[in-house]
């Protein structure tokens, strides 16, 4: 971690630390499913998106040690069929970035934590640039795509189970209606192609819920909203809590407990203001 990386990572911390009274306090008491989503692990970027692999695999021996951790597909048929007795954790990764199976899935594996990779396919293919932000890339490792190898070994096991994130990785407000249902249908179409996999998962990429009649009629349920713990998906729109390296265990455990992602805004109207 460069010097900073360092100076800003704890700038954040103190901001969560700050945040910690008023973010625990309105917590829903109803059991329900917390979602976790994580895109890279180890890429050495420095940044808040990629956690070094020793904070992933300490936040990873929690959950398998105190959390009820369940697939994905399982905890939302739970949820909606209403027989959630306590809280679980599904532990999701988006953009189908290489370190899912490099670093990530080693520990997933040791731990028998199961887990959902939400796959761009055109990233996969190689038609649609890797998935991020101007100037996210800029240090660590070069932002490289699963390949279809990858992903079927990590699926053929049953714990890794797979969802679509679109094809170009483009904002669904940003898209029309014709041009979301292509997003919608070839993306699936690939995953059963390549993959053998019909998928009722979708995630929207980088949250931005549009078109959700459009996703609907091919997806069952479809990620998205920033939220705390879902206790029903009466709309098939699910919340995921985002997992930041400036969490490391400590708020990563407070996120567990309840705690709203008060930061999480505060970092948006940052951005927005950003000349």
């Given at each position: 971690m460069n010097a900073g990386h360092g100076v800003v990572s704890l700038a954040k911390k103190g901001l969560k630390l700050a945040l910690l009274p008023s973010a625990m306090t309105g917590r829903e008491a109803r059991p329900g499913l917390f979602v976790l989503i994580y895109h890279r692990v180890g890429a050495g970027q420095g940044r808040e998106m990629d956690l070094?692999?020793?904070?992933?695999?300490?936040?990873?021996?929690?959950?398998?040690?105190?959390?009820?951790?369940?697939?994905?597909?399982?905890?939302?048929a739970s949820l909606t069929a209403g027989s959630l007795v306590r809280d679980a954790v599904a532990v999701t990764f988006d953009d189908g970035y290489r370190e899912v199976y490099t670093n990530a899935w080693p520990v997933l594996r040791d731990l028998d934590i199961p887990a959902t990779v939400f796959l761009p396919t055109g990233f996969m293919e190689g038609s649609s640039p890797a998935p991020v932000r101007p100037g996210a890339a800029?240090?660590?490792?070069?932002?490289?795509?699963?390949?279809?190898?990858q992903v079927g070994e990590m699926a053929a096991t049953g714990s890794m189970d797979l969802g679509s994130h679109s094809v170009t990785h483009r904002e669904f407000d940003t898209l029309s209606r014709d041009e979301?249902?292509?997003?919608?249908?070839?993306?699936?179409?690939?995953?059963?192609?390549?993959?053998?996999?019909?998928?009722?998962?979708?995630?929207?990429?980088?949250a931005k819920v549009a078109h959700h009649?459009?996703?609907?009629?091919?997806?069952?349920?479809?990620?998205?909203?920033?939220?705390?713990?879902?206790?029903?998906?009466?709309d098939g729109?699910?919340?995921?809590?985002?997992?930041?390296?400036?969490?490391?265990?400590?708020?990563?455990?407070?996120?567990?407990?309840g705690m709203r992602p008060l930061e999480d805004r505060v970092y948006r109207r940052l951005r927005r203001s950003a000349p």
């Open positions: 070094p692999v020793r904070t992933f695999a300490a936040q990873m021996r929690g959950l398998h040690a105190h959390a009820d951790v369940v697939r994905l597909s399982d905890g939302l800029d240090r660590g490792a070069e932002p490289r795509a699963l390949d279809w190898t979301a249902e292509d997003e919608a249908a070839r993306s699936k179409e690939m995953l059963i192609r390549r993959t053998g996999v019909r998928t009722e998962l979708f995630a929207y990429p980088r009649d459009v996703v609907g009629a091919h997806y069952r349920y479809a990620v998205a909203a920033d939220g705390v713990k879902n206790v029903d998906v009466a729109l699910v919340g995921r809590t985002p997992v930041r390296a400036s969490d490391g265990v400590f708020f990563f455990t407070r996120k567990l407990q």
